[in-house]
Nanobody, 116 residues
Framework: QVQLVESGGGLVQAGGSLRLSCAAS????????VGWYRQAPGKQRDLVAS???????NYADTVKGRFTISRDNNKNTVYLQMNSLKPEDTAVYYC??????????WGQGTQVTVSS
């Protein structure tokens, strides 16, 4: 069973930055698309960014130009660098692994709060 452990969330002022990390157990990480969803209170869980096993990134329009996703297959870790944060970025952020179009593994979530 793969476990995903997230870190790096917290409270930051608008305009600030945070870097999320998600470390995976086991050996399957390099073969999977990995990335991040987020869920704000009362809202659905939305895709924020993903990166394929080949290293191609994909971003939601709401974060393009502000967030950068990267992966280190040697460390089984995916990162999300979040700059120019806005209050509307406040949410619980979940990392995931996906072999195809559906998510196979979820992290436990990390809270990101952006104050105005």
């Amino acid at each position: 069973q793969v476990q995903l452990v997230e870190s790096g969330g917290g409270l930051v002022q608008a305009g600030g930055s945070l870097r999320l990390s998600c470390a995976a157990s086991g050996s399957i990480f390099p073969a999977y698309t990995v990335g991040w969803y987020r869920q704000a209170p009362g809202k659905q869980r939305d895709l924020v960014a993903s990166i394929t096993r080949g290293g191609s990134p994909n971003y939601a329009d709401t974060v393009k130009g502000r967030f950068t996703i990267s992966r280190d297959n040697n460390k089984n870790t995916v990162y999300l660098q979040m700059n120019s944060l806005k209050p509307e970025d406040t949410a619980v952020y979940y990392c995931f692994l996906a072999w195809s179009t559906s998510v196979d593994y979820w992290g436990q979530g990390t809270q990101v709060t952006v104050s105005s």
